[in-house]
């Protein structure tokens, strides 16, 4: 059959006829004189008008959760280690002896030390004697009084012999002391340096001792900050190891800033029981108040990788609107753009919402 020019035209007609009487059936009009477009109509939602908020400015950052009190000891002499009676993890006692160090010099430096004091003791008591005699003559006036001027004088040598003799005694006790290292304070040992045989050093560190103080959390804030945090704020504190949320007191801020990350620390107190040191911690510190757009976490609307919420126009129009978000609060999720204040939103009975429909009975409410 061949086709005519004729039958080419009425074929078009036809097709833009159909195309007219679809447009016909439409709700929304699509261009002056032509035809609507029909929208779905949604029922059973929740029209919310979003509002701006306001919420604690809250500095985030970490920390590190260590003991209030920490002891490093270390040896005060020089020699070998003869004994090690503790292990890492123990629990001491405050004097608990942790280890010896060779005292065999040390035992007879207070060996002649008690010599020299015993010798002293009797020249003292000697010349004690020797005085009272020459006093009684002198006071019967038998006897000259330089003569007594010097008995006086040897008295007051053996006095100062005893009292040099006393302190060199007292310090060679004392030096013997230092070979016995022991606990400071009660505590668990959590680093043990040294093993029998080993040469101990004058400031070497043989133990670290944690003292049963309690914990605290040492965290780094912006130099930013300084001068706007203050002693005694609450700080919220969470260590996820534990699966703990708690709330910390800051006892402390250390004024001065670290020039190479440019940032202070801040001690936080922690009360809780089972910590431990070296456990990384998540902190909250509060620095004021600001307004921020909240809504409901649950009118977020996830698409994929797509995240959005459901905007209502003046007209009861339905769309599908594409946000970014912030923090989570307890009065919902920030909303940093995409939607501003006064606009409304879908917040409930979202799984009847659809893009492009229209909210039944006309204008949203």
């Keep these: 059959m061949i086709e005519t020019a004729e039958t080419k035209r009425k074929g078009g007609c036809l097709a833009a006829l159909v195309f007219l009487m679809l447009l016909a059936g439409c709700g929304d009009k699509v261009g002056p004189g032509t035809a609507e477009v029909k929208r779905q109509a949604i029922t059973g939602v929740t ?32 020699g070998t280690v003869t004994a090690v009676h503790v292990r890492a993890g123990e629990r001491v006692k405050a004097g608990q002896l942790l280890a010896a160090i060779d005292d065999r010099d040390a035992v007879q430096k207070v060996r002649a030390a008690e010599q020299a004091y015993e010798a002293a003791r009797q020249g003292r008591s000697m010349a004690d004697l020797t005085y009272q005699r020459y006093k009684k003559l002198h006071d019967e006036k038998a006897l000259a009084r330089q003569e007594i001027d010097q008995i006086e004088t040897q008295k007051k040598l053996a006095e100062a012999n005893y009292e040099q003799a006393k302190a060199g005694l007292e310090e060679a006790r004392l030096w013997q002391g230092f070979t016995r290292i022991t606990a400071s304070a009660a505590g668990v040992v959590t680093d043990r340096r040294v093993d029998s045989g080993s040469m101990a050093m004058p400031g070497m560190p043989l133990f670290t001792v944690e003292s049963d103080g309690g914990f605290q959390l040492e965290v780094t804030a912006d130099e930013a900050l300084s ?31 670290d020039p190479a990350t440019r940032t202070f620390i801040v001690k936080i107190a922690l009360a809780d029981k089972g910590l431990k040191s070296g456990l990384f911690a998540r902190v909250r510190i509060p620095r004021g108040e600001r307004e921020a757009l909240l809504v409901p976490k649950g009118a977020i609307v996830e698409k994929g990788q797509l995240t959005g919420l459901y905007a209502v126009d003046s007209q009861g129009l339905v769309t599908y609107r594409l946000v970014r978000t912030g923090k989570s609060y307890e009065g919902g999720i920030e909303i940093l753009s995409g939607l501003n204040a006064g606009e409304r939103i879908v917040t409930a009975g979202l799984e009847r919402a659809v893009d492009g429909g229209r909210i039944a009975g006309g204008e949203a409410k």
């Design 227 to 257: 001068g706007k945090i203050r002693v005694g704020t609450n700080a919220a504190v969470s260590i996820d190891t534990l699966g703990l949320n708690t709330t910390g007191k800051i006892i402390e801020i250390v004024p001065a800033v």
């Design 47 to 78: 029209v919310t008008v979003a509002q701006p908020s306001k919420i604690s400015d809250d500095y985030e950052t970490s920390g590190t959760v260590r003991a209030k009190v920490t002891s490093n000891i270390a040896s005060r002499v020089m």
